[in-house]
């Protein structure tokens, strides 16, 4: 039988915490009238994830408190030692100075028996604090709640109890800082000469972070390195890096486990949540949303939504940092990965991974049907299957979505879903092009181009090789962007796809422009108007006009290149391509200024800026306000010249790209001279 405490547990080695301490000191001070408003908070909880230190901050702030403590611990989370209500009464009783012959059988009675004793006390001007510890339903809870504004109760539980009128504290893992101060606090109280936190702060930096800064494991990293003084702390965190099972390596004997804690709180969850609990371990990226988790599951997103706050109150997942979904503590993460590889068959697994990889590929392809100028007249026809319900909610799902994305690419290709490895590139190659997310853009093209190649897939592959050029091509690597574009053109013409051929064709015109080629990007660019000649071909068309006005331009056949820009805006507006309109009239405009004619210049590029802007385009956006710094230069405004080029260094400073960095020289020029101008 447990004994309430009529004190409180050791305090071993507690740090920081500053906030929680606050809040919880806030509810266990005593306030008179004259001080204002009684406080009518009576309850305050304190919940977190097993090992949290949830106790630990329960004594710190009891230490403080002035009156009585009856402690207990309820064992909630333990079948085996559970203590349930009428126990616990009888504990506190006793505690409380009432003899055991005064203490009545029955639950009801001890419970008005407790109240009167504790009213009692009150009226006496004594205070008590009841900490009921390890809590795990709100029955155990309830009939140990005092009475009357004197006495004050903390609970501590793994799950969100929902006690009414009580303050509610959730605690977090330790700051780094902190984690790195427990980590010490610990060594030195076995040994004050024990230097090894502050001989290697580094190693100790990764160590703590190794332990997911959760207090439970600090405190068993600390036992491991006092029994082996010679021990280096880089010793230890070699053990857990290399470690198949780190979780494993967190266990002392059999006294103290990560795993052994968190067995605790996942026995207790219905099976429907425990099997979700395991499957979210299945996504790769950093959180999942309720869809993704609602096709692991195989289960209606309104059914998952209610196992996935369930989890979220149960503290074995986490909201995601943006609100959007949810994810795992990094050792939790471990654990959900031991439970599903353990009780999840092979087959189970790998049904559960091709679900996840359907919902990202599909929900990526209807993003691109905002994006990609090619199919953004399919939605007409498809908006009722469409998740989105314009462009704006396409970007903000990819933004959201896009570690999740990228790692699903990887995933794909770990588990052999060559498919899903292919497929998911294309979908995402708009969004990358328009946001500039180079590395992705690369890394995931890499990918689907060798499933592509293992699939056989002459179609997949040209696709991928043609769009991972355009990477190469704004990365300034030439020679790979050629390459990649030369042999799409080779796959196009072995399936005998014409128009995929004049769009690649028009690629390779780009990626020899840039290189410096201009009269191999003219040859190109001819071949593919040759061949870009159905009505179906008018939006590629036209893009290949811009690229060819580029060629004139390169060449300083200036009157040519404005008629191709002409035809080319034409082309643009009749089919309704934004993006292409904007990328023409910035070209437009730099015609336009080298011929000093500014007025149009400056129209073409105000027109430019204006469409970035509504799309979202910030690397346009940065080309307009560049070209607008020079055009308003040539004008004799100054005032507005500087203006843009400040504008445009800030969007340049914050994309950091390779292809930006001749038009940042341009706008510091500008800058430069407006300094020196300057009286």
């Not at 979700?276 to 309104?302: Q, T, W």
């Not at 590929?361 to 009722?384: C, Y």
Request: glycine content about 6%.
């Amino acid at each position: 039988m447990p004994e309430a405490c009529r004190g409180l547990p050791a305090d071993e080695g507690f740090t920081g915490r500053e906030p929680d301490l606050a809040a919880l000191s806030e509810v266990l001070a005593e306030r008179t009238d004259a001080q204002g408003p009684v406080s009518s908070v009576v309850v305050c909880t304190v919940a977190g994830l097993a090992g949290v230190g949830k106790t630990a901050l329960a004594v710190r702030s009891a230490r403080e408190f002035s009156g009585r403590v009856l402690f207990i611990d309820l064992h909630g989370f333990d079948p085996g030692r559970s203590v349930d209500p009428t126990a616990a009464l009888a504990i506190f009783l006793r505690a409380l100075g009432t003899p055991d012959e005064h203490i009545p059988p029955e639950q009801d009675a001890r419970e008005v028996l407790y109240r009167s004793v504790l009213t009692a006390l009150s009226e006496a001007g004594d205070r008590v604090l009841v900490i009921a510890d390890n809590a795990a339903q709100l029955s155990q809870v309830l009939p140990l709640r005092p009475t009357g504004s004197k006495h004050r109760m903390i609970v501590t539980s793994r799950n969100n109890l929902p006690i009414p009128g009580a303050r509610r504290v959730e605690v977090d893992v330790l700051p780094a800082a902190d984690a790195q101060a427990v980590l010490e606090l610990a060594l030195r109280a076995t040994d004050p000469d024990d230097t090894r936190v502050a001989d290697d702060p580094a190693a100790a930096s990764e160590l703590v972070r190794l332990c997911g800064y959760l207090p439970l494991a600090l405190r068993i990293v600390a036992e491991l390195l006092a029994d082996q003084p010679e021990r280096t702390v880089a010793d230890l965190v070699w053990v857990l890096s290399a470690a198949q099972d780190r979780l494993g390596e967190l266990a002392y004997d059999d006294s103290l486990g990560v795993r052994t804690a968190f067995d605790a709180s996942y026995q207790r969850l219905p099976d429907a949540q425990r099997q979700l609990f395991r499957l979210m371990a299945l996504n790769p990226g950093p959180h999942i949303s309720i869809a993704a988790a609602a096709a692991l599951a195989d289960e209606p997103e309104d059914v998952v939504r209610r196992s996935l706050q369930a989890l979220r109150r149960a503290h074995l997942i986490q909201p995601a940092p943006d609100g959007v979904g949810y994810g795992f503590h990094d050792l939790l993460r471990l654990y959900a990965d031991g439970r599903c590889h353990q009780e999840e068959s092979v087959d189970d697994r790998a049904d559960a991974t091709h679900r996840l990889l359907d919902h990202y590929r599909d929900a990526a392809w209807d993003a691109d049907m905002h994006l990609n100028v090619r199919r953004i007249n399919d939605l007409a026809e498809q908006h009722s299957t469409a998740r989105f319900t314009d462009r704006s909610a396409a970007l903000a799902w990819l933004d959201a979505q896009r570690e999740n994305l990228v790692a699903a690419v990887d995933l794909a290709v770990r588990e052999g879903f060559d498919t899903h490895a292919q497929d998911l590139p294309v979908c995402l190659y708009a969004y990358f092009y328009l946001h500039k997310h180079w590395d992705d853009w690369v890394t995931t093209s890499e990918h689907g181009l060798a499933a592509a190649v293992r699939l056989g897939d002459k179609r997949g592959e040209a696709a991928i090789r043609n769009r991972l050029g355009g990477a190469y091509r704004e990365l300034d690597r030439f020679d790979e962007a050629i390459e990649c574009h030369t042999l799409a053109l080779t796959c196009w013409q072995d399936v005998g796809d014409r128009r995929s051929m004049g769009v690649t064709l028009t690629s390779l015109g780009n990626a020899y422009l840039d290189a410096k080629q201009p009269d191999e990007a003219m040859r190109c660019l001819q071949q593919a108007l040759d061949l870009l000649t159905e009505p179906s071909d008018r939006p590629a068309r036209g893009i290949t006009m811009t690229s060819l006005g580029n060629a004139y331009h390169e060449l300083s056949r200036l009157p040519e290149a404005l008629t191709c820009y002409h035809q080319a805006l034409a082309i643009n507006r009749e089919e309704q391509d934004r993006h292409g309109q904007a990328v023409t009239l910035l070209n437009l405009g730099i015609a336009h200024d080298r011929l000093h004619q500014f007025d149009a210049a400056l129209e073409c590029n105000q027109q430019a800026l204006t469409i970035c802007q509504e799309l979202g385009d910030h690397h346009g956006q940065a080309h307009a306000h560049s070209n607008l710094s020079i055009v308003y230069w040539s004008l004799g405004r100054r005032d507005a010249a500087i203006e843009s080029s400040h504008k445009a260094l800030a969007i340049f400073n914050h994309l950091r790209m390779p292809d930006l960095a001749r038009r940042e020289r341009a706008v510091l020029m500008i800058i430069d001279w407006a300094e020196q101008d300057s009286p």
